[in-house]
Each structure stands twice: as C-alpha cells, then as structure tokens.
C-alpha cells in the first residue's frame, strides 16, 4: 500500500467522530471529521501541477469531486504518493504532508486553541474562527476550526516551523476534550 492511501485509511478510522472542547473562558465547540475533506486537509488543493487536481480545483470541472479524488486514491490511479512527492508543489506542503497523521489530529485535543482568529495579523486567507496547536518542538501543528450558521467544520490542518500563526492572537486553555465514535460513544475524555 502506497503511503498516500495509507494516510488516508488511517484518516477513515476517524471519519465522523465527533468532538467536543470546553475552553477556559467558558466557550465550547465541537466538530466532526469528514471523509469528504481528507483532500484539502492534507493539502492536494496546492498540487496544481498535478492533472486530476487542476480539474478539481477548476470549478467547470464539477464531475471532479472529493469524493472523485478519493476514489482515485483507493483505487492507487491518478494520485498517488509518488505522484504527490513528484510535484513541483509539494515543497509547499511537505510538512503538512509528512505530519498529517491520525494521531496528530486526535493529539491537539492536548492543546491550546486561539480563539477568534485574526488572519490579517499575519496576511493569512484562513478563515477559521478557532485553531487548536500543538507544540511538536520545535514547530506546531494546527488544527483550523471555521463557523458557519450551520455549524462548525475543519477547515484546514497544518505543521508551521515557528509560531507565526499563535502570536499576537487571544489564546486559552483548553479545559475539557470528549470524542465520540460513529455511534455516539464515548473513545475518549480527559479534563485539564
């Protein structure tokens, strides 16, 4: 198994846990894990090089669709981790790529999360209202958490070098992680 799809089956075994964060200063979030966002977390949106991601990013293309992308990936066609690493691109996102684990996305429950993200403190195009990091030393990695009227949603998962993305923002503790499995029991809780 190629370690693209490998990434990716690991990423499944999460798929649609839900997980709930209690912060210090009394706000709470939760969120869920879509199989439909493996792509853009892992950062194939950047690998513009890449044929079948040219067409998924191109907007006349509507056939081409994560879940597209996805079945590629199963199927080790179009997308795979050499394909991924032959990018020119793919300096852009090694660090997400090499950190984006199962275990990293579960570990920033042990965390911090800067709340009421300011992108514009660091010419950012992130919308996330949250982030949750983790210091990994050296570097963090990032969880991005947006809002919609809907609901929240992952937006984005990132390694960063330094602490450019926490610094000069409001940051908490968190207090309090609970995730629930794809049948609503409880896999995990700790409070801080």
């Known amino acids: ?17 839900r997980f709930v ?14 199989q439909a966002d493996f792509p853009h977390l892992l950062g194939l949106h ?8 040219q067409q998924f990013r191109d907007v006349n293309q509507p056939n081409i669709s994560a879940r597209y992308i996805l079945s590629r990936i199963k ?3 179009l997308l795979t981790d050499a394909i991924v ?15 984006f684990t ?5 570990t920033v429950s042990y965390t911090d999360v800067i709340i009421d993200f300011n992108p514009t403190l660091i010419g950012s195009s992130l919308q996330a209202k949250y982030i949750l990091f983790e210091d990994k030393h050296p570097g963090y990695n990032h969880l991005c958490i947006g809002c919609t009227t809907k609901g929240n949603y992952v937006e984005s998962f990132f390694y960063q070098p330094s602490d450019r993305y926490i610094v000069n923002q409001n940051t908490c503790a968190v207090e309090m992680v609970q995730i629930y ?12």
């Open 1 to 17: 198994m190629n370690p693209l799809l490998e990434k990716f089956e690991e990423y499944k075994s999460i798929v649609n846990y």
């Open 46 to 53: 950047k690998l513009t090089d890449i044929p079948i991601i």
């Open 75 to 77: 199927k080790e066609e």
């Open 102 to 106: 199962r275990d990293n996305l579960l």
């Open 21 to 34: 964060y209690q912060f210090a200063n009394g706000l709470s979030i939760e969120y869920k894990l879509r």
């Open 85 to 99: 690493r032959s990018s020119l691109e793919f300096p852009t996102i090694s660090d997400r790529y090499e950190n």
């Open 181 to 192: 499995d794809t049948n609503g029991r409880l896999f995990f809780e700790d409070r801080f």
